[in-house]
């Protein structure tokens, strides 16, 4: 496995796990009303966008470069 595909790798882990989180953190916020829980939801929820975002733009930038 090369470096690009596990470096892509994490970055979707990442991204489930930031999205998962933000999940988590607006039904906490939907059954507690608790602001702190909303922050970290819309943190999390930007952070798995950005994440989104970088993978693409690593996508685009290591076209060139073989998966294996």
Known sequence: ???KAVHLAFIFVSAVLAGGF???CFREMSRTDS???GA???ISAAATIALGVYAIRFLKKSQ???YL
Do not use: I, T
Request: charged residues 0%.
């Open 40 to 42: 970290a939801g819309v």
């Open 35 to 37: 602001l702190g829980a």
């Open 1 to 3: 496995m090369s470096l």
């Open 22 to 24: 933000s999940l988590w």
């Open 64 to 66: 060139g470069l073989g």
